[in-house]
């Protein structure tokens, strides 16, 4: 009795350790359904802490001047980036926005909080799919080719340092970029090796597609195979969740146009994960929309707008939209994408196009730099089968994957933010 | 009081008629001789029958894109300095105080509406948050009753009129103040009107009182609303916006 009294004692002694350090921090996400931790936004229980306002200035870049802008884009003027500075000296972190968002889009807005909370300038710049971005910075005005955005994000980088360099003294300098800003970071850190302007420091791949091609696909495919009929059923499918949304409403008392709402009304009335999944593929669908139309527009039309039209500022665009809207990112590939290329060089095909578009593609490179590191989720439902395990392989004790987060649900988890500051600072893991 | 209804007014035609002069009316685009159609078009790709609440009725288009540039224009220039030297001057608790402050005296236009929609329990929390906040809130300066979870219970002359089955008619872009459509603009005007001739403002009764409050408010409400102009950064933005106004306001008459 005694001999097994102790020999409990000593399990205990041994496992015990081990259990307090695993409830010390252990990883917790409220969200297992990889979809609802992609649409809902973090508790701010989860949250990492960050400043409330941090010292934020907006400028302009004129990277063609000589571009002609059609009247239909009355109100751009540049491409607009920003800059949280801090006061000495700082290395300095850009960031690459994902698929459709902006400098200033709100999970842009936190990552530049946390960012400088961490000591660090940075510089945020719009998304090349972004319709600013097609209109005032992208050379070719077809985005999606890694290679051709690249060059395009690198030298808006360039312009914007030269734009900025008078006000922050930078001692090293540092890229990221999130989902298809990922992928993106990763193809301008490679550039940046050949032409050696900021020689960065470290470069973090934080959710990015292993293949563009791929994940484009899933995204279109949550789209067509969620709503009840397909694309051509998209109004009436509106119609009743406008209706669900009605019900919730009043069995709530309140409507509120809010996250806190939309939150409350989910916890309620849980949504399907059917929904969520067209949820996420309408964001992604009305994002291209505008790319498709920003990129025909300044190419003269004739994809989903006549050619040699004048629109003016006060141009009805709705049919417009609602033709784009039925437009696929698989039809644009096909449609636009390949043909625009193909002309540009005849030895080009589809089938090079959709691999040069992958992180594969540049595998024997990601191995060789050592300074490139990869945060991920397990969950993350923009991968295809085996892909997480690829990009393990891939970057081995560089890469931190989280088991669940979804789509990029996760990046202002503390424990996420720990290991993005932890990273730049040169102490992995 | 008068007076300064008067300056009110002819700032409002000033205002429609410099937009009417900006506003083409043409929203087609302008085809020529080398016009070609595209590949995909949407004559082949949607049905002419299909009716939905997706398409919103907007029949003066080209004048509301007009009004639309306008304030943009408007907004940029404008209205959006003024709230930053406000912001800029304001301490962050001061803006709040006179936020609460604005709110106070716009809970006239909450119990009015509440009481016309028959819904006396939240005209009774209304009534009470105004009496509560107005006292130990200090005139409306803090506002204790959210803190006692009495919550607002907003509701203005528009959803009023949408609670009685008036359809929204056509949509229209209202200078400076933005989305609306013609029942809630009739509804606003009714809200302004009952506010100004016997809501807080008329109490008072005092012409610099009434000029400084709408300046005050005005700026405090642009101060509150994130929303700038293009920042979504969709080329659809006049679409989107004419959509989720017309969703939003649906779902708040029904609640």
Redesign the interface.
């Given at each position: 009795m005694r001999h097994w009294l102790t020999s409990l004692a000593l399990i205990l002694m041994i496992v015990l350790p081990t259990i307090s350090q695993a409830v010390d921090k252990p990883y917790f996400y409220p969200y297992i359904n990889p979809f609802e931790a992609t649409v809902m936004e973090l508790p701010p229980y989860y949250e990492a802490d960050m400043p409330k306002k941090v010292p934020t200035k907006i400028f302009s870049l004129e990277v063609f001047p000589e571009r002609k802008i059609p009247e239909v884009f009355w109100y751009e003027d540049g491409l607009d980036c920003s800059l949280v500075a801090q006061k000495g000296k700082a290395p300095l972190i850009f960031i690459i926005a994902g698929t459709g968002a902006r400098f200033n889009s709100p999970k842009m807005v936190k990552m530049q909080k946390k960012l400088y909370q961490a000591g660090y300038h940075v510089i945020s710049i719009t998304s090349p799919t972004h319709m600013h971005f097609v209109i005032n910075a992208s050379s070719t005005m077809t985005p999606g080719n890694l290679y051709e955005d690249a060059k395009d994000l690198y030298r808006v980088m360039q312009l914007a340092m030269e734009e900025v360099k008078n006000a922050i003294d930078v001692s090293s300098y540092n890229l990221t970029g999130y989902s298809l800003g990922g992928i993106q970071a990763a193809f301008v850190s490679m550039l940046d090796d050949e032409e050696k302007v900021f020689n960065f420091e470290h470069v973090l791949l934080i959710n990015p597609p292993v293949s563009l091609y791929n994940s484009m696909t899933i995204l279109d495919q949550m789209l067509e195979e969620n709503i009840p009929g397909g694309i051509d059923n998209i109004e009436s499918w509106m119609d009743s969740v406008t209706g669900k949304l009605a019900e919730a409403t009043k069995s709530m008392g309140y409507f509120e146009m809010s996250a806190d709402y939309i939150y409350k009304a989910s916890k309620r009335f849980p949504p399907r994960e059917d929904f969520l999944a067209s949820l996420i593929g309408i964001s992604f669908r009305l994002s291209s929309t505008d790319m498709i139309f920003a990129s025909d527009m300044m190419k003269g039309g004739g994809y989903i707008t006549p050619r040699n039209v004048k629109m003016s500022n006060s141009t009805s665009l709705s049919l417009f939209e609602t033709v784009g809207f039925r437009t696929s990112f698989g039809n644009y590939f096909d449609e636009q994408f390949v043909p625009f290329f193909m002309m540009k060089d005849p030895s080009m095909t589809r089938e090079k196009l959709i691999e040069q578009s992958s992180l594969r593609h540049i595998e024997s490179y990601l191995n060789r730099a050592q300074k490139i590191g990869l945060l991920h989720n397990e969950d993350d439902i923009i991968l295809g089968p085996g892909e997480i395990e690829y990009l393990k392989g891939l970057f081995g004790s560089r890469a931190k994957i989280f088991p669940t987060g979804g789509h990029c649900g996760n990046m202002g988890h503390k424990d996420a933010v720990d290991f993005i500051v932890n990273f730049f600072a040169g102490q992995e893991g | 009081m008068r007076r300064s209804n008067t300056f009110k007014n002819s700032v409002f035609l000033l205002l429609m008629l410099s937009v009417l002069f900006m506003?083409?009316?043409?929203?087609?685009?302008?085809?020529?001789p080398?016009?070609?159609?595209?590949?995909?078009?949407?004559s082949e790709?949607?049905s002419k029958d299909?009716d939905?609440?997706?398409?919103i009725y907007d029949p003066l288009?080209?004048f509301n894109?007009?009004v639309y540039?306008f304030n943009?224009y408007f907004d940029k220039y404008l209205y959006l300095p003024i709230v930053q030297v406000y912001q800029f001057i304001m301490p962050d608790y001061a803006e709040d105080r006179v936020s609460n402050f604005v709110d106070n005296l716009f809970e006239f236009n909450n119990f009015t509406n509440n009481l016309l929609q028959l819904k006396f329990k939240a005209a009774g929390i209304t009534l009470a948050r105004f009496a509560i906040n107005t006292t130990v809130g200090v005139a409306g300066l803090w506002d204790p009753a959210t803190t006692w979870s009495m919550h607002q219970k907003p509701e203005d002359f528009g959803q009023t009129l949408g609670h009685y089955g008036v359809g929204g008619g056509p949509y229209l872009v209202l200078p400076i103040l933005g989305p609306s459509n013609l029942r809630d603009t009739t509804g606003f005007i009714g809200d302004t009107l009952a506010f100004n001739n016997f809501g807080p403002v008329a109490w008072v009764d005092d012409d610099g009182f009434t000029l400084g409050f709408t300046v005050i408010s005005a700026i405090d409400k642009r101060k509150r609303i994130p929303f700038r102009?293009?920042g979504t950064?969709?080329?659809?933005e006049?679409?989107?916006i004419r959509l989720l106004y017309t969703?939003?306001r649906?779902?708040?008459i029904?609640?």
């Open positions: - | 506003g083409g009316c043409a929203t087609k685009p302008i085809t020529g080398k016009t070609e159609p595209a590949m995909h078009q949407n790709l949607v299909t939905s609440g997706v398409k288009e080209g894109r007009g540039r943009y102009y293009y950064g969709s080329p659809f006049y679409e989107r969703k939003k649906e779902l708040l029904i609640d």
